[in-house]
């Protein structure tokens, strides 16, 4: 029999921190930039301009939308400063970028213990976007993948998603939460499905993720306050 509700929980930024490695590689570009005298007030707008774009050219979240968005950055530079570009150098600079993927991401204060309470009353899942190998192997070494019924690795989550989503897994959306950082893949889509939404705002959150808020959802700064409205029934 099916429990009473089910918990969606978002990965990155909900439950570990990924934003915030990006930024540290971002800001190691751009200090190796500055020594080569590649800067100015808009390099950090310019990387991440072509780190969005790679994600329409590249058709999705694939690892090398940020290694290759700092190689294109490098180049821009060198054209605009007339600078040779050097092939050793932009090697190095994408370095940093694939650099990331190594990376263990840190939990969010709560993830695990909020997880181990929710699983005894609800049937968790897991929607994750971006390259499904990179994604299955950060869930793996979370050690949190035990918590879920299933786990889903998407391209991108819009309202189609959310649809397939109800469809599959027999979902009665007014008893259905999703949880996620990111008001255009997780709240405003799965809201216009139904689905009972908490916008978390714990980290820093990327660009790319911002969006206007269109849906009618709770707000949490903490996994804590998200435990504390399920548990309220909202
Ligand atoms: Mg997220």
Same mark, same amino acid.
């Given at each position: 029999?099916?429990?009473?509700?089910?918990?969606?929980f978002?990965?990155?930024d909900?439950?570990?921190?990924t934003?915030?490695?990006?930024?540290?590689?971002?800001?190691? $570009?751009?200090?190796?930039?500055? +020594?080569?005298?590649?800067?100015?007030?808009?390099?950090?707008?310019?990387?991440d301009?072509?780190?969005?774009?790679?994600?329409?050219?590249?058709?999705?979240?694939?690892?090398?939308? $940020?290694?290759?968005?700092?190689?294109?950055?490098?180049?821009?530079? /060198?054209?605009?400063?007339? &600078?040779?570009?050097?092939?050793?150098?932009?090697?190095?600079?994408?370095?940093?970028g694939?650099?990331? $993927?190594?990376?263990? &991401?840190e939990?969010?204060?709560?993830?695990?213990?909020?997880?181990?309470?929710?699983?005894?009353? &609800?049937a968790?899942?897991?929607?994750?976007?971006?390259?499904?190998?990179?994604?299955?192997?950060?869930?793996?070494?979370?050690?949190?993948?035990?918590?879920?019924?299933q %786990? +889903?690795?998407?391209?991108? +989550?819009?309202?189609?998603?959310?649809?397939?989503?109800?469809?599959?897994?027999?979902? %009665?959306?007014?008893?259905?939460?999703?949880?996620?950082?990111?008001?255009?893949?997780?709240?405003?889509p799965?809201?216009? /499905?139904? %689905?009972?939404?908490?916008?978390?705002?714990?980290?820093?959150?990327?660009? $790319?993720?911002?969006?206007?808020?269109?849906?009618? /959802?709770?707000?949490a700064?903490?996994?804590a306050? /998200?435990?504390?409205?399920?548990?309220?029934?909202?």
């Open positions: 029999m099916r429990r009473l509700q089910t918990v969606i978002d990965f990155d909900t439950l570990v921190y934003y915030k490695l990006f930024l540290e590689a971002t800001y190691e $570009f751009m200090d190796a930039m500055k +020594k080569m005298g590649l800067y100015d007030d808009e390099l950090f707008k310019v990387l301009d072509f780190d969005i774009k790679n994600i329409e050219k590249n058709g999705g979240f694939l690892p090398e939308n $940020f290694p290759d968005a700092m190689r294109q950055t490098y180049r821009y530079y /060198c054209n605009k400063y007339k &600078h040779r570009p050097d092939v050793i150098v932009e090697e190095s600079l994408q370095k940093i694939w650099g990331v $993927f190594e990376k263990e &991401h939990l969010l204060p709560d993830a695990e213990s909020l997880l181990e309470e929710l699983k005894r009353s &609800h968790l899942f897991l929607l994750t976007q971006g390259h499904k190998e990179t994604q299955l192997k950060k869930i793996a070494t979370s050690g949190l993948a035990v918590y879920f019924e %786990i +889903k690795v998407v391209q991108q +989550k819009n309202i189609q998603t959310y649809q397939g989503l109800i469809k599959d897994f027999e979902l %009665i959306p007014k008893d259905t939460w999703m949880i996620g950082n990111s008001i255009k893949s997780d709240i405003n799965a809201n216009a /499905c139904g %689905i009972n939404c908490i916008l978390l705002n714990a980290t820093a959150s990327w660009d $790319f993720d911002k969006d206007i808020l269109k849906a009618d /959802c709770f707000v700064k903490n996994l306050e /998200c435990k504390y409205i399920i548990t309220k029934g909202g």
